[in-house]
């Protein structure tokens, strides 16, 4: 990654304290950086010390390899005031709500770094799911920049929950949107307008509304129709996907990626080098939901009934060091030895990017979506909450890249071990579902090199940020 001539702009960086929101906020600090803006980092203490810690073997961490690049990222520490990654999972409320704590410390910090740093903070980036960042950026007039890290759909729904609310029940039409089930809303929009969760993202969504900048780690090649609508009352920049660069240019080698990992990954790399081709479907859901265990047993019988070989991400629920093989069918681990892999944590984007991976069977996060979507692979969707239902239906109906598992009408239904095997199958040799999905991966090629949407997108923001500060 080259690094243009300095801006003389500081911008700090607040991503919200989960797996999914750090790693695309840490891309888009190195692209910042790229431009020449100084970046202040941010997490909580105990996500900066995995993060530092979890490659510890090498030596080397996100941070300090963006700096052997010659790029201006520090990363600083704020006190642990919201619950970390383990702590979360169905306390969705008590995370939600303790997001807020995180202002004072953030305040704090801007006022440490104006002291000491010979650059003042100029601009505060922060995650739109802190609802109090763009608030405190006008009270300490600063600009603001709104980082969005799911897809446009998802925020131009929320934007027009009115709309969806009006509607409840039938078929949910917002512009620049192809027909919505109720069933496919995100959650929240779900939920009571009593509920914290609700209360906290429609704060997010009235504050968004004064930030200088949106931007999305989504792509016009994807939702051009959606950010066009959109575009008279908000205006989205797309300027993803934000995924390591050696991911999406095949020029730069990807053992010198250095992630944004909460925990050691296992290198499944011997394992996939023996298979042939297309032969093993990736199975990992959410870094943050829990499944029941009778589905996680439907599951491994599922897998196993379809023959197909497998990598399988599977942690014990809250116990991080249990052993997974209670939660599995008896003999599970054993038959399966020969063509199966179960592992706590792994390079995600490695595995999928390995010829020998042909499907990915997912919880359909946006990140996951993009990683699946940035290495052309079809993905069979299982989502289990969060906005997962409509990243599923895009997936699914819209873009025809994958196939659908569960649908958000009955989320209780167990889904059985047979249906299971069947999509499987049907997945790893859908040529159609294949080809589609190899085609958006042209599109994003185009869009993140240099020239492309995406990033004159982050050029035109940067442009404007260097005339607002003048
Ligand atoms: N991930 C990973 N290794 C794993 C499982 C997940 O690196 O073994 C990463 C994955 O690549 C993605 C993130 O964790 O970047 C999960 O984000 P996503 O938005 O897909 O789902 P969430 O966990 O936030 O629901």
Redesign the pocket.
Known sequence: MECEGKTGIHAIIVPLP????I??AMQLAKKLASKGIAITFVLTQSWHNTITDAHSSTGVNAFSHARNLGLEIELVAIPDCVPGEFERGNKLYKFSQSLDNMESHVEELIKNLNQSNPTPVSCIVSDTFLGWAVPLAKKLRLLSVSFW?QNVLVFSITYHSYLAERQAGSVIHIPGVTPLQPADLPLWLKLSPDDVVVRVISRCFQTVREADWVVANSFLGLEGHVVEALWEKMRVYCVGPLLPSAYLDLSEPRDSVV?T?Y?V?MDCTQFLDDKPPKSVIYV?F????PMSTSQIEEIAMGIKESDYSFIW?LRHPGKECAEVSSMLPDGFLNETKQRGLV???????K?LSHPSVGGFF????????L?SISVGLPMLGFP?G?E?FANCKLIADDWKIGLRLRSGDDTDKVIGRDEIAEKVRRLMEGEEMRRAAERLRDVVKMEVRKGGTSDSNLERVVDELKTKLI
Do not use: D, F
């Not at 989960?18 to 929101?21: E, P, R, S, T, V």
């Open positions: 989960g797996q999914g929101h790693n695309p890290t992630g990992s925990r990954e990992s959410s870094s943050v939901l991400v592992v706590p944590w792994c390079s995600q984007l595995v997912s919880h359909c996060g946006w990140n996951s979506t990683e289990l969060a997962q």
